[in-house]
């Protein structure tokens, strides 16, 4: 009796605390599926089964003292709650491990009926009762009984623990290792429980066992205040791979929408603190308004991930429309009146990611802010990494297997009629980058800091290639190089250059190191001042790509370039606009004045080459002469020129 007053107080301070404890947005899942689907209502619906079963046992038990024929009604009506609370505490303890690992999601309604069915009959037992008396019945002398079928009724607790259990291997692998051993403990202990009571039907300690799990459970896997973000009061990315592993290995199809707030750095610069987070929370509270609050994360500082599973009817689409509508209007918090920006992408499970490493992976990237502006990115942008990570390993395996060639393109004088120079440029032998050009894995390997070792190679192999002076005998005046300038970052630059060239005893001056203009060129004055300093030893430069990106006159000025290489952009663009047109010739005729040679890249044509000629050009590259080729057939090109082969 002791045991069922104790089960009593404890499921009830266990469904107090849950209630008042839980955070403060909760909201009830609506309607009856997604609130039996919900694992926090099973729960409850746990707590709430044991206190009604704990309390009619106690009440029976008293009334039974104190049999006559005025209590025979309420004493027959508490074994009969007993009995009906108890069956259903048994499906919603298997409901909820199922909920636990997911493996409620996603079944057909004929599956629940069939779930469902022993509880049904049981219940139908129970309320029959009183017509059959086949449960239990009270004796002429108002005593309790046990009737002919009451071992279904255990029967039905049975069905259903070991349903909990089947479910609980079944999906193991979708709840996380802590999780798994909480329920695997549970699971033992609410089985002794019921084993012991079926033993010692005096000994009523199975209701008490029960209460103890509850508490157990209430602390594991309910009291989630470590998968908790106190910033936005939503989840956080543990319970978000919790939340995907459960989906994922039930095998689900659903959908994540991210949203990330792209420029909360900036304002958090601007603002206070408190301010900030007032905005935070306002803008986590709105999402939570769009979704559930079970189903919004905070992945990290103004990230969110909201989950949109096809059983709940969430549309993936429509969300991420309805972030984009709503981030197109202002946000208000005391005296902040701000419009934010965001980026909202989709990303389809399985379809676009299948694991939970490909989801971690993807997520560690991140977005790329590319230009002002809320936007819906597209996955394929989303998951550019991956493409770019395949690139940098198969860049990396060529570099370590020296698979790394330089190819050479004619540049050709207008003044002498035949090739006097020609540019380097880098080709890889590898079957994943044989589609890319440089212009794409060049970036990459600046970035993972493979550009120092490729710059070298490169450098040494023109070095190499000089050193033999074929080139020099077919009338090659000099070789440019491109450099990127991550190069300079590197301290060692001009002192690994000068090793290598006076290891091939090759003159300065037959190399010619071209540069891309960017906003680092100007900014950093470590590039700046190894220029400055190679330059005073006698390196020239020429400035490549000039009129894309970042182009600057003040450069342009200062540079001191050698030659100016003209993107053939420029040029393209002249052939079907008259203003082009003149912005190039004026380009031309500016560099000129400066004492600089100008190179128009991209010639492939009679009519490009004479409009370059005629605007006063003085070098020329383009595929109109040759496109890069590798260095014997480059000799080959050359030999042939000079012979007065073709042009
Ligand atoms: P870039 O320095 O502007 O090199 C010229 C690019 O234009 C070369 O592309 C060349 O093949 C291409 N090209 C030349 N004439 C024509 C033409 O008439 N029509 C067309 N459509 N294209 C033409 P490539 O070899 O793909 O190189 C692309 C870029 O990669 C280079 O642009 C350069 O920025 C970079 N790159 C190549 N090799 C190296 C290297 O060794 N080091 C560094 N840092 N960058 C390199
Ligand atoms: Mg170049
Ligand atoms: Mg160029």
């Known amino acids: 009796m002791s045991f069922e007053i104790s089960a009593f107080i404890l499921s009830l301070l266990c469904l107090v605390y849950s209630l008042s404890a839980k955070r403060r947005q909760y909201h009830l899942p609506k309607g009856l599926k997604n609130m039996l689907l919900s694992q926090h209502v099973m729960f409850l619906a746990l707590l709430i089964c044991n206190i009604l079963s704990a309390a009619s046992s106690v009440g029976g038990v008293y009334l039974q003292a104190i049999a006559s024929r005025e209590v025979v009604f309420w004493q027959y009506l508490l074994h009969a709650c007993y009995f009906f609370f108890h069956t259903t505490l048994s499906?919603?303890?298997?409901?909820?491990?199922?909920?636990?690992?997911?493996?409620?999601?996603?079944?057909?309604?004929?599956?629940?009926?069939?779930?469902?069915?022993?509880?049904?009959?049981?219940?139908?037992?129970?309320?029959?009762?009183?017509?059959?008396?086949a449960a239990f019945y009270m004796d002429a002398r108002f005593l309790y009984h046990r009737g002919p079928l009451m071992p279904l009724l255990y029967a039905n607790g049975a069905v259903y623990l070991v349903l909990g259990v089947l479910f609980f291997f079944r999906y193991k692998q979708a709840v996380s290792r802590a999780d798994s051993l909480a329920i695997a403990v549970v699971i033992a202990l609410t089985s002794l429980g019921v084993t012991i009571q079926g033993l010692y039907p005096n000994l009523q300690v199975e209701l008490f066992s029960e209460s103890l799990n509850f508490l157990a459970l209430?602390?594991?896997?309910?009291?989630?205040?470590?998968?908790?973000?106190?910033?936005?009061?939503?989840?956080?990315?543990?319970?978000?791979?919790?939340?995907?592993?459960?989906?994922m290995e039930t095998g689900q199809t659903y959908q994540i929408v991210l949203v990330k707030l792209t420029d909360i750095a900036l304002f958090s610069k601007l603002f206070s603190?408190?301010?900030?987070?007032?905005?935070?929370?306002?803008?986590?509270?709105?999402?939570?308004?769009?979704?559930?609050?079970?189903?919004?994360?905070?992945?990290?500082?103004?990230?969110?991930?909201?989950?949109c599973s096809e059983a709940e009817g969430r549309d993936a689409a429509a969300t991420a429309t309805a972030v984009l509508e709503r981030f197109g209007q202002d946000w208000k918090t005391g005296s902040?009146?701000?419009?934010?920006?965001?980026?909202?992408?989709?990303?389809?499970?399985?379809?676009?990611?299948?694991?939970?490493?490909?989801?971690?992976?993807?997520?560690?990237?991140?977005?790329?802010?590319?230009?002002?502006?809320?936007r819906l990115v597209p996955f394929a942008e989303l998951s550019a990494h991956r493409r770019n990570r395949r690139i940098e390993q198969a860049l990396r395996g060529a570099v370590n297997d020296r698979r790394l060639h330089v190819w050479y393109q004619p540049i050709w004088s207008v003044q002498k009629r035949r090739t006097v120079a020609a540019e380097a440029l880098?080709?890889?032998?590898?079957?994943?980058?044989?589609?890319?050009?440089?212009?794409?894995?060049?970036?990459?390997?600046?970035?993972?800091?493979?550009?120092?070792?490729?710059?070298?190679?490169v450098f040494e192999d023109v070095c190499r290639f000089l050193r033999d002076r074929q080139a020099e005998a077919a009338g090659l005046s000099y070789i440019e190089l491109n450099l990127s300038v991550h190069q300079f970052l590197y301290d060692d630059l001009v002192e690994r250059f000068e090793e290598i060239r006076a290891r091939y005893g090759v003159p300065r001056e037959k190399l010619n190191l071209e540069i891309t203009e960017s906003a680092s060129t100007d900014?950093?004055?470590?590039?700046?001042?190894?220029?400055?300093?190679m330059r005073s030893m006698g390196y020239t430069f020429s400035l490549d790509d000039f009129g894309t990106g970042y182009s600057n006159l003040v450069q342009l000025i200062r540079?001191?370039?050698?030659?100016?290489?003209?993107d053939k952009s420029l040029l393209w663009d002249a052939e079907g606009s008259a203003a082009a047109s003149r912005l190039l010739d004026s380009l031309i005729h500016v560099i000129r004045s400066l004492g600089c040679n100008v190179v128009q890249e991209g010639v492939e044509t009679p009519a490009q080459l004479e409009r370059t000629e005629t605007s006063g050009g003085n070098l020329i590259q383009g595929y109109y002469f040759s496109r890069p080729l590798p260095e014997d057939r480059f000799l080959t090109y050359l030999g042939r020129e000079a012979s007065g082969g073709r042009r």
């Open 91 to 133: 499906i919603s303890f298997a409901l909820y491990i199922m909920n636990v690992n997911g493996a409620s999601m996603g079944r057909s309604p004929r599956f629940y009926f069939y779930f469902a069915l022993p509880y049904l009959c049981s219940e139908l037992l129970v309320l029959t009762n009183s017509f059959t008396g």
């Open 336 to 374: 902040l009146t701000l419009r934010l920006e965001t980026m909202v992408s989709v990303v389809r499970v399985p379809e676009d990611v299948a694991s939970l490493t490909d989801l971690e992976e993807l997520l560690s990237s991140g977005f790329r802010k590319a230009g002002p502006g809320s």
């Open 273 to 307: 603190g408190r301010e900030m987070d007032a905005l935070v929370m306002r803008v986590s509270g709105w999402l939570t308004s769009i979704s559930s609050e079970q189903d919004l994360f905070s992945l990290r500082d103004g990230e969110f991930a909201l989950l």
């Open 523 to 533: 900014k950093a004055p470590a590039v700046r001042e190894a220029m400055e300093t």
């Open 559 to 566: 540079g001191n370039y050698k030659n100016v290489k003209m």
């Open 218 to 247: 209430m602390i594991l896997l309910e009291e989630r205040g470590g998968h908790m973000d106190p910033a936005t009061g939503a989840l956080n990315r543990l319970a978000f791979a919790d939340a995907n592993r459960r989906l």
């Open 426 to 457: 880098l080709r890889v032998d590898s079957e994943e980058l044989r589609t890319l050009s440089p212009e794409e894995y060049i970036p990459l390997a600046e970035q993972c800091g493979l550009i120092r070792e490729i710059g070298l190679f």
